[in-house]
């Protein structure tokens, strides 16, 4: 190999690189971004319906506390 194709090789995968990089980033912003909207449309339903979330959580509570409590026996 000379040291041209070796250069052009570099820059190939740098250029790769950077490609990959763009497109983590992009998957990270789209996450970020179905975070925030989760989090948000979660903090609402919440706030519209506290009773309901109360008992949700409660029922959900107690269904691990029992799922996890048989599993000691």
């Known amino acids: 190999m000379n ?5 052009e090789q570099m820059e190939e995968l740098a250029e ?6 763009e497109t983590a980033q992009q998957w ?3 996450a970020m971004d179905n975070a925030k ?6 903090d ?6 506290v009773w309901t979330s109360v ?3 409660v029922m959900v509570g107690c269904a691990l506390g029992f799922l996890l ?3 000691r026996d």
Do not use: D, M
Request: proline fraction near 0%.
């Open 37 to 42: 909207n989760a989090a948000q449309a979660t």
């Open 55 to 57: 008992a949700l959580a």
């Open 69 to 71: 409590g048989r599993s």
């Open 16 to 21: 790769e690189a950077r490609t990959w990089k």
């Open 3 to 7: 040291t041209n194709e070796t250069k």
């Open 44 to 49: 609402s339903y919440v706030r519209e319906n």
């Open 28 to 30: 990270h912003r789209a």
